[in-house]
Protein backbone atom coordinates (compact mmCIF):
# COMPACT_ATOMS: atom_id res chain seq x y z
CA UNK A 1 0.00 0.00 0.00
CA UNK A 2 2.76 2.65 0.85
CA UNK A 3 4.34 1.70 -2.71
CA UNK A 4 1.18 2.55 -4.22
CA UNK A 5 0.77 5.46 -2.59
CA UNK A 6 4.36 6.98 -3.03
CA UNK A 7 4.51 6.16 -6.55
CA UNK A 8 0.84 8.04 -7.13
CA UNK A 9 2.91 10.60 -5.41
CA UNK A 10 5.55 10.97 -6.99
CA UNK A 11 3.41 10.45 -10.40
CA UNK A 12 1.34 13.54 -9.49
CA UNK A 13 4.16 15.79 -8.39
CA UNK A 14 6.05 14.77 -11.86
CA UNK A 15 3.16 15.85 -13.84
CA UNK A 16 2.43 18.78 -11.82
CA UNK A 17 5.74 20.24 -12.11
CA UNK A 18 5.47 19.59 -16.15
CA UNK A 19 2.01 21.05 -15.78
CA UNK A 20 3.89 24.52 -14.44
CA UNK A 21 6.91 23.92 -16.78
CA UNK A 22 4.30 24.09 -19.73
CA UNK A 23 2.04 27.12 -18.60
CA UNK A 24 5.56 28.99 -17.73
CA UNK A 25 6.53 28.63 -21.50
CA UNK A 26 3.46 29.99 -22.82
CA UNK A 27 3.50 32.73 -20.85
CA UNK A 28 7.08 33.06 -21.72
CA UNK A 29 6.38 33.23 -25.03
CA UNK A 30 2.68 35.19 -24.90
CA UNK A 31 5.09 37.85 -22.59
CA UNK A 32 7.76 37.83 -25.20
CA UNK A 33 5.66 38.45 -28.21
CA UNK A 34 3.93 41.52 -26.44
CA UNK A 35 7.02 42.71 -25.92
CA UNK A 36 8.37 42.83 -29.39
CA UNK A 37 5.38 44.57 -30.26
CA UNK A 38 5.77 47.19 -27.82
CA UNK A 39 9.03 47.45 -29.51
CA UNK A 40 8.06 47.71 -32.71
CA UNK A 41 5.77 50.13 -32.50
CA UNK A 42 8.13 52.19 -30.78
CA UNK A 43 10.62 51.59 -33.86
CA UNK A 44 7.75 52.83 -35.97
CA UNK A 45 7.67 55.99 -34.25
CA UNK A 46 11.08 56.45 -34.32
CA UNK A 47 11.05 56.41 -38.12
CA UNK A 48 7.38 58.74 -38.14
CA UNK A 49 10.23 61.31 -36.53
CA UNK A 50 12.66 60.76 -38.70
CA UNK A 51 10.46 61.23 -41.67
CA UNK A 52 9.08 64.13 -40.13
CA UNK A 53 12.30 66.07 -39.44
CA UNK A 54 13.13 64.98 -43.32
CA UNK A 55 9.79 66.84 -44.37
CA UNK A 56 10.52 69.98 -42.11
CA UNK A 57 7.42 69.10 -39.93
CA UNK A 58 9.37 69.92 -36.74
CA UNK A 59 6.35 70.96 -34.57
CA UNK A 60 4.91 67.02 -35.51
CA UNK A 61 8.67 65.55 -35.03
CA UNK A 62 8.56 67.24 -31.70
CA UNK A 63 5.55 66.04 -30.32
CA UNK A 64 6.55 62.35 -31.91
CA UNK A 65 10.02 62.70 -30.09
CA UNK A 66 8.62 64.05 -27.22
CA UNK A 67 6.33 60.92 -26.21
CA UNK A 68 9.42 58.78 -27.23
CA UNK A 69 11.47 60.58 -24.37
CA UNK A 70 8.75 60.33 -21.78
CA UNK A 71 8.47 56.49 -22.67
CA UNK A 72 12.63 56.38 -22.05
CA UNK A 73 13.88 59.11 -20.28
CA UNK A 74 17.46 57.45 -19.86
CA UNK A 75 17.62 57.14 -24.01
CA UNK A 76 20.84 59.52 -24.18
CA UNK A 77 19.61 59.32 -28.55
CA UNK A 78 16.11 60.26 -27.69
CA UNK A 79 17.26 62.93 -25.32
CA UNK A 80 20.10 64.51 -28.00
CA UNK A 81 17.73 64.32 -31.00
CA UNK A 82 14.89 66.00 -29.04
CA UNK A 83 17.40 68.75 -28.17
CA UNK A 84 18.28 68.80 -31.95
CA UNK A 85 14.66 69.37 -32.93
CA UNK A 86 14.11 71.97 -30.52
CA UNK A 87 16.89 73.63 -31.37
CA UNK A 88 15.85 74.13 -35.16
CA UNK A 89 12.72 75.43 -34.00
CA UNK A 90 15.18 78.20 -32.25
CA UNK A 91 14.21 76.62 -29.27
CA UNK A 92 18.03 76.94 -28.30
CA UNK A 93 17.65 77.43 -24.00
CA UNK A 94 15.53 74.14 -24.12
CA UNK A 95 17.84 72.24 -26.58
CA UNK A 96 20.46 72.99 -24.05
CA UNK A 97 19.24 71.62 -21.66
CA UNK A 98 18.36 68.12 -23.31
CA UNK A 99 21.47 68.00 -24.91
CA UNK A 100 23.38 68.52 -21.12
CA UNK A 101 20.71 65.37 -20.19
CA UNK A 102 21.99 63.49 -23.22
CA UNK A 103 25.51 64.12 -21.94
CA UNK A 104 25.11 63.28 -18.48
CA UNK A 105 22.96 59.98 -19.32
CA UNK A 106 25.95 58.95 -22.32
CA UNK A 107 29.44 60.57 -21.17
CA UNK A 108 30.90 59.29 -24.25
CA UNK A 109 28.35 60.96 -26.34
CA UNK A 110 31.17 64.09 -25.85
CA UNK A 111 33.28 62.13 -28.82
CA UNK A 112 30.51 61.93 -31.42
CA UNK A 113 31.42 65.01 -33.34
CA UNK A 114 28.18 65.51 -34.44
CA UNK A 115 27.10 65.70 -30.98
CA UNK A 116 29.69 68.76 -30.12
CA UNK A 117 28.84 70.23 -33.67
CA UNK A 118 24.52 70.43 -32.48
CA UNK A 119 25.72 71.35 -28.99
CA UNK A 120 28.15 74.37 -30.09
CA UNK A 121 26.24 75.55 -32.14
CA UNK A 122 23.27 75.70 -29.92
CA UNK A 123 25.72 77.62 -27.63
CA UNK A 124 26.64 79.81 -30.01
CA UNK A 125 23.22 80.67 -30.76
CA UNK A 126 22.53 81.49 -26.79
CA UNK A 127 25.58 83.92 -26.97
CA UNK A 128 27.68 81.71 -25.00
CA UNK A 129 30.71 81.96 -27.29
CA UNK A 130 33.35 80.53 -25.33
CA UNK A 131 31.53 77.49 -24.54
CA UNK A 132 30.69 76.80 -28.10
CA UNK A 133 34.13 77.31 -29.51
CA UNK A 134 35.29 74.69 -26.56
CA UNK A 135 32.65 72.42 -27.95
CA UNK A 136 33.19 73.39 -31.49
CA UNK A 137 37.16 72.54 -31.20
CA UNK A 138 36.58 69.32 -29.34
CA UNK A 139 34.63 68.56 -32.29
CA UNK A 140 36.58 69.09 -34.44
CA UNK A 141 39.18 66.58 -33.44
CA UNK A 142 37.03 63.88 -33.91
CA UNK A 143 35.42 65.13 -37.12
CA UNK A 144 35.02 63.89 -40.24
CA UNK A 145 35.59 66.01 -43.33
CA UNK A 146 32.38 67.30 -43.80
CA UNK A 147 31.44 67.76 -39.88
CA UNK A 148 35.18 69.71 -40.04
CA UNK A 149 33.46 72.04 -42.79
CA UNK A 150 30.39 73.04 -40.61
CA UNK A 151 32.55 73.69 -37.70
CA UNK A 152 35.12 75.21 -39.10
CA UNK A 153 32.30 77.78 -40.61
CA UNK A 154 30.55 77.64 -36.65
CA UNK A 155 34.26 78.77 -34.93
CA UNK A 156 34.82 81.73 -37.07
CA UNK A 157 31.19 82.80 -36.84
CA UNK A 158 32.20 83.05 -32.87
CA UNK A 159 35.40 84.11 -33.57
CA UNK A 160 33.87 87.85 -35.28
CA UNK A 161 31.10 87.65 -32.24
CA UNK A 162 34.33 87.47 -29.56
Not at 10 to 27: A, P, W
Not at 89 to 109: L, S
Amino acid sequence: MEKEYSEKMRNGIVYGLFFITIIGITMTIWLGSKQDEHYKEDAQRIGVFSQQMKEGKYTEAENTIKSLVNDYPTSYVLLWQYGRNLSIQGKDKEAYEYYTKARIQRPFVVRNSQYLLHTGETLYKLGEYEKAKVYLSKGKEEASSQTIQQIDALLQQVEQKK
